[in-house]
């Protein structure tokens, strides 16, 4: 059973620094493309950005370049979100998802979520 | 970055009535156009990939439609199970986007 399992619920404060992962079980990790999502509390889902495990080729929405960063290991088949600088306003629920097949985008099975509270 | 404009925003719907949701997108994207399905405190669920093509495992009242510039989502039948949020998706430019989202809920 293809799989994505992503880290536990974060409550940080702001300035602090956060990195959340997704883990895939089930496939070829380093074949499918990883996408990350945002979705703010009662919002739209945001998507912010994509990763190739296979070479770490990444893609951003100029919404999110700069603020966050994607990272991939691998050698465990775990892809990465991380910020450096958390705001409240990064306070979401996070998804990651795999892509169809490497040559498109779209994403067909989902991670459970991150939960990211930044509070001071 | 191509916007998606889904209409309606919220539709209040009877069980067994049939529901359609348009996507419109700001230019051609083919059929690069994906439908989600997201229940409350759920990850969103694929339910339509490539404007029509059906995935396994989701109910056959769930079909699309579309191609180019306009997409449609169609429930037939709703059912009470049917209560969600659904976003389309298009995957033919990076950045990739999301509709608004359309909530459907059950009277």
């Known amino acids: 059973e293809v799989q994505l399992v992503q880290s536990g619920a974060e409550v940080k404060k702001p300035g602090e620094s956060l990195k959340i992962s997704c883990k895939g079980s089930?496939?070829?990790?380093?074949?499918?493309?990883i996408g990350w999502v945002r979705q703010m509390p009662g919002k739209g889902l945001e998507w912010m950005g994509i990763i190739y495990p296979g070479d770490s080729h990444t893609t951003y929405s100029p919404s999110f370049q700069g603020q966050v960063t994607l990272s991939a290991d691998k050698s465990i088949s775990t892809a990465y979100l991380q910020w450096n600088n958390l705001k409240a306003s990064d306070t979401a629920m996070y998804y990651c998802?795999?892509?169809?097949?490497?040559?498109?985008?779209?994403?067909?099975?989902w991670g459970q979520g991150t939960t990211v509270t930044v509070s001071s | 970055e191509i916007v998606l404009t889904q209409s309606p925003d919220f539709q209040s719907v009877t069980p067994k009535e049939k529901v359609t949701i348009t996507c419109r997108a700001s230019?051609?994207?083919?059929?690069?156009l994906h439908w989600y399905q997201q229940k409350p405190n759920q990850s969103p669920k694929l339910l339509i990939k490539?404007?029509?093509q059906s995935i396994s495992g989701v109910p056959s009242r769930f079909s699309g439609s579309g191609s180019g510039t306009d997409f449609t989502l169609t429930i037939n039948s709703l059912e009470a199970e049917d209560a969600a949020a659904y976003y389309c998706?298009?995957?033919?430019?990076?950045?990739?986007?999301f509709g608004q989202g359309t909530k459907v809920e059950i009277k």
């Open positions: 089930g496939y070829s990790f380093t074949s499918y493309w």
């Open positions: 230019q051609s994207i083919g059929s690069r």
């Open positions: 998706h298009q995957s033919d430019s990076v950045p990739g986007t």
């Open positions: 490539y404007a029509s």
């Open positions: 998802a795999r892509s169809y097949s490497t040559n498109d985008y779209g994403m067909d099975v």
